[in-house]
Structures are given as C-alpha cells and as structure tokens.
C-alpha cells in the first residue's frame, strides 16, 4: 500500500456536466506536484489517460470546471515521480474516436484518495473530439489497454465500502445555450451520499468483470390510457446490457429500440420529419411515459423527463402542433445484435441513484 493512504474513508466529489448533460467530469491532480485537469467519468472503460504537452492534435481548449482550476495536459516534465516506458497503447471507444501514447506511471489523486505508482497512458495523439483534457476509465481490468489496475481498483482499500456512487444532475432545458457548463451532480467514492435518494438501494450481480453489464430481462411500456402496456422481452443475444457513465444516451438492438417507440404514444421516426433524421425516433417533448426496465430482479424506471435529449432542440411535428424532442434510446448499427446489446448511458443514470459495487451486496 502506498504511503499515501488514506483508509476507511468516503468521499463526496462534485461534478460538472458539458453541454446540456453531454458528458459529467470531475478534477484528478497528478504528478509532483500536483497538476490538476479534467477528465471524464467513464464505467464503460478502464483506462486513465490525459494528453501531454506535446500532443500533436489534442484539444487543447479546455473545459475550464466551476469548481477547481485546471490545465489542457500533463506537463510530465514538472513531475519529479513521474515515469514512462516504451510500451504504446491505444483506447478505442464505440463513437469512433481514440487515443494513443505511452503507458506512464504517477502519483495520482481524486479528492482525498490517492495512489503513488498509478498506470495511465500520456496520450500523443487524438483522435475524435474530446471536450475535457482526458478520462479516467472505472471498469475491470480486463478492459485496460495500457494493462495496468484501474484507479479505483488501486485504491479500493482506502474506501469505507467497496463503492463509487453517481448522482447526476439533470440539465436545466431553459437554460441559454452559451451556458455550456453546468453542475453535473455528485460522484462518492467508498460508499454512498443518503441525502441523494429514497428507500434502499437493490443491487443486480454483474455477468462478468470487464464491463458493468447486467441482465436486461424485460421492458415495459405504460399505456397512455391505462390499460396492461407493452412488455418486451429481449432474446438471449439481446440481454446483455452495460451501465455506462461514458455514454449520453442509450443504444440497444435495433428490433427492440423499434418496438418501444412503436409503443410509445406520439413518437414518430426521424426521417418523417427530417432527412438529417434518419435513424433517429423522436418523441412528444411533453411525453408523460415512464419506461421500466427489468434489470435481473431489479425495476428500473426510465422517468419521462428523461426519455427525450434537450428540448432546446425541437422540432414541431409536420402533422400537428406538437412539439418533439430526440428519444434517449437509438439503435446500434444495422440491427446485427452484438456483445454488449445494450448501452445504458447518462439518460438512465439521471432517472436513478447509481451504485457500483466491487464484491457482494
């Protein structure tokens, strides 16, 4: 353990949202000393990385937070703990976009947590749009592609209880477009903030240890006129869903994602409103639906203020009045069902109080 350690402990972090609930970050500080930036919390990966001074197309322009300062890149060469290997790794994620650079080693910290010989990639070239200076991937080891212990892993001793905790604030739709930062909600590591939810938390065992994924067994529909609802029932190649911080929306099997909007009343399919569109579902932005999703044997309700993306983007449907919003849920690819068939991003991170749990309940 490191001398740094800090044990029996939690903590509540505060973090900030971009862009309308776009992505939610926090502030890490590495190096000696230390050099604060920003990185995006992601569950659906499990490496650290942050670009150096000496990036050939990073981006730069950082997203300065509301509540720490921080810097575009890692200045290794400040660090007197800070060291590097030869050995090059790549982290590719599911939009397209990717890093690569050199897998390092530093003291690295979030809150009051911190561990001294901390695996990360010194990224040297992007490849895609990143709106924060780097990410810190809160997945299993098996996903690692710098094949080093992911950072809550490293400190997971220190912790109270074996948990990280996300809280995320819903956007404000009034708000003016020029506010593209906001307050993201709250981020505890070594257990839970109470303060945040009703009742008690139900937890559904993980499939495996690479990402957080769980059984989706069945969703459920309300009837707008009361009657019995939709229910959905995903197929075996189709139950394997993942709870992705990383991730705005939430993409599934294109037959399913079909079928629950074919249920949901007012929505129509993109294309019918707009060639730009196409692909896209998009829903009564004053839609009163709340989707059930049956993970295991835990129920989950997808809030209808959370079905639609941002309002401010609206568009009037062409054969009424009505005002429709971009659904929360898309279709991946072709409608070829894949491991995971289902990504279930921030939309339904924001309808619930999320706990990820190392171990049993």
């Not at 009051?112 to 200076?133: H, K, L, N």
């Not at 690692?144 to 956007?171: C, K, R, Y």
């Not at 708000?175 to 937890?203: C, H, K, V, W």
């Not at 609206?314 to 429709?324: D, F, H, I, Y």
Request: charged share 15%; with cysteine; aromatic share 10%.
């Amino acid at each position: 353990p490191s001398s740094l350690d800090k044990r029996g402990t939690k903590q509540t972090i505060p973090m900030s949202s971009f862009q309308q609930d776009n992505l939610y970050y926090a502030t890490v500080k590495i190096g000696t000393p230390v050099q604060a930036l920003d990185v995006q919390l992601d569950t659906g990966s499990s490496d650290l990385w942050v670009p150096t001074g000496t990036c050939r197309n990073c981006n730069m322009s950082q997203v300065q937070p509301i509540f720490d300062n921080s810097q575009a890149a890692f200045l290794y060469n400040r660090s007197s703990t800070y060291t590097i290997s030869t050995q090059e790794a790549t982290v590719s994620y599911g939009d397209g976009s990717a890093v690569t650079g050199f897998v390092a080693s530093d003291v690295v910290s979030m809150g009051s947590f911190s561990t001294d010989r901390q695996t990360f990639i010194a990224t040297e070239s992007e490849t895609g749009d990143f709106d924060v200076a780097g990410l810190i991937g809160l997945g299993w080891p098996t996903l690692a592609e710098s094949g080093g212990t992911p950072w809550w892993l490293n400190v997971l001793e220190q912790f109270e209880s074996p948990e990280m905790s996300f809280h995320l604030a819903e956007p404000s739709w009034n708000a003016p477009a020029t506010d593209s930062i906001a307050p993201g909600g709250q981020f505890t590591l070594g257990g839970r903030n109470a303060s945040m939810y009703d009742g008690e938390i139900q937890f559904v065992p993980i499939l495996a240890q690479d990402y957080w994924s769980v059984p989706l067994n069945s969703i459920v529909i309300p009837s707008a006129s009361g009657g019995a609802g939709t229910t959905l029932t995903p197929e075996e190649a189709e139950i394997s869903a993942i709870i992705d911080s990383g991730s705005t929306i939430i993409t599934g099997p294109k037959r399913l994602v079909d079928a629950f909007y074919a249920a949901v009343e007012g929505a129509v399919q993109g294309e019918t409103v707009s060639a730009d569109l196409q692909g896209q579902w998009l829903v009564p932005c004053d839609t009163s639906v709340n989707a059930q999703f049956l993970f295991g044997n835990v129920t989950v309700t997808l809030p209808a203020s959370v079905l639609h993306q941002s309002a401010a983007q609206s568009v009037t449907s062409p054969t009424s009045a009505t005002q429709l919003c971009l659904g929360s849920l898309t279709s991946a690819g072709d409608g070829e069902t894949t491991y995971p068939a289902w990504i279930f991003g921030d939309s339904l991170m924001k309808g619930v109080y999320t706990v990820f749990r190392a171990g049993t309940a």
